[in-house]
């Protein structure tokens, strides 16, 4: 069975083609910059060379439609006809609290990802319209909504709650919901099948250090805190984003800037975070290499990440009562053994000890990376939300 997986995005369209009985990759592409003079569409068919092409692109529907076009392509293509995809699985960010689970769409659930844009404004419009035109391009097929917040849906109240007045949770839903939640689910089923255990009795934190970042302590299974909030904005220093700082910094900034909402929000969702730290790049390579060359504000930028993941540790054993396993996933996570390095240093008083070797083996493969005597296993798996979005699209259409 095929199933494909739909990421809208305000300007792109991801797309990952899947067959379920291998779980295996056929094709994964890419169109960016849609709506603009000159959309680049990327196709990579597995096992063969990737395409790239400039196309004019207007809208996501068009966008599908050259997704179609390369697919069924009979050059590059890997399915004769789009009858052979049996379901489709869309990435939709902001599930509110409605959705703890990945759902097949309706009409209902098309007005509740519609009624959460309010929540997530620069997302899930554009999941929606990923969805909508998907409807009208394959009818008939069934397609599921996976939620980035519904993994989180199991954190208590007493996490989940800001110190603002209640009425506001009440009356606007202001609360941490929380994101990446497709990635920490896939990273703590994938714990379970590579250590051949249950993960009831298990505490695991879960690092997802890529553009943006999100932290998640998991216990038995289920995530019981994570570090994005309202928005994806809140926690770990990220690629462009601040997370947490004191609020009291925007009353001030607009005061003394005179900066108005928009540009408040354009400096802590897009110049903040390593960028505006390093002011080099949003990029950790860059940064790694300007430190490297003796550049003392990407050193301080690096060393200001490190240390906001090593707090968010400290809270989260804290918070679980312990720890038994520290997973690194996502482009730092998986590729940047300096940092893991830096994060877990000075750690084994909470029983992380990393072995340098295995640290610095450059593989993109699972494998663990402490040492034979740490208490904590510490391990690099990298992350398949794609994957997992088909798998859980599956699983949907076959009950
Ligand atoms: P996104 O959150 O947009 O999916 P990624 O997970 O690709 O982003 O993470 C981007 C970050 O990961 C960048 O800071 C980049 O430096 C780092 N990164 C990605 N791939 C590699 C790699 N192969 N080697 C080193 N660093 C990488």
Redesign the pocket.
């Known amino acids: 069975m095929k199933i494909l997986v739909i990421n809208c995005g305000s300007s792109s369209l991801k797309y990952q083609l899947f067959n379920m009985k291998t779980k295996s990759l056929l094709a994964k592409g890419l169109v960016e910059r849609i709506g603009r003079k000159g959309s680049y569409c990327h196709y990579h068919p597995q096992g063969k060379l990737e395409i790239e092409e400039e196309r004019r692109v207007s809208n996501h529907r068009g966008a599908i439609r050259v997704m179609i076009d390369f697919l069924t392509s009979s050059e590059h293509g890997v399915i004769k006809n789009v009858k052979e995809i049996k379901a489709i699985g869309h990435r939709v960010v902001h599930g509110g609290e409605k959705f703890t689970n990945s759902i097949i769409i309706d009409r209902t659930v098309k007005r509740s990802i519609k009624e959460y844009a309010k929540l997530a404004p620069l997302h899930n419009q554009h999941n929606l319209e990923g969805i909508l035109a998907c409807e009208s391009l394959f009818p008939r097929i069934p397609q599921a909504a996976v939620f980035d917040t519904a993994f989180h849906q199991t954190m208590p109240a007493y996490a989940y709650l800001y110190g603002l007045p209640m009425e506001l949770y009440k009356k606007d839903g202001v609360r941490r919901y929380g994101f990446h939640g497709t990635s920490h689910k896939f990273i703590s089923l994938r714990l379970a099948e590579l250590l051949k255990r249950p993960l009831t009795g298990l505490k695991i934190i879960s690092c997802h ?4 970042c999100s932290i998640a302590a998991i216990k038995d299974g289920r995530s019981i805190d994570t570090s994005m909030g309202l928005t994806p904005l809140e926690g770990l220093i990220m ?1 462009t984003r601040c997370g947490d700082i004191d609020p009291g910094v925007i009353f001030y900034l607009m005061e003394k800037e005179r900066l108005g909402l928009k540009k408040i929000n354009r400096l802590l969702n897009e110049k903040s975070g ?1 960028l505006g730290l390093s002011a080099i790049s ?5 940064i790694y290499k300007a430190a490297t060359e003796g550049n003392e504000q990407a050193e301080l930028a690096l060393k200001i990440f490190v240390y906001r993941i090593k707090k968010y540790i400290g809270s989260y054993a804290a918070a679980m009562g312990g720890l038994n396993v520290l997973a690194f996933t ?3 996570g ?3 053994e300096h940092i893991r390095e830096s994060i877990c240093k000075d750690m084994d008083f909470l029983g992380i000890k990393i072995d340098k070797g295995k640290n610095e083996e450059r593989l ?1 493969r699972e494998r663990i990376i402490s040492s034979s005597d740490s208490k904590v296993l510490v391990l690099v798996i990298p992350t398949k939300e794609e994957l997992r979005i088909a798998q859980e699209t599956y699983e949907l259409i076959k009950s």
């Open positions: 250090l890529g553009n943006g690629g390593l949003n990029d950790m390579r860059d996502a482009g730092i998986e590729n940047q993109p």
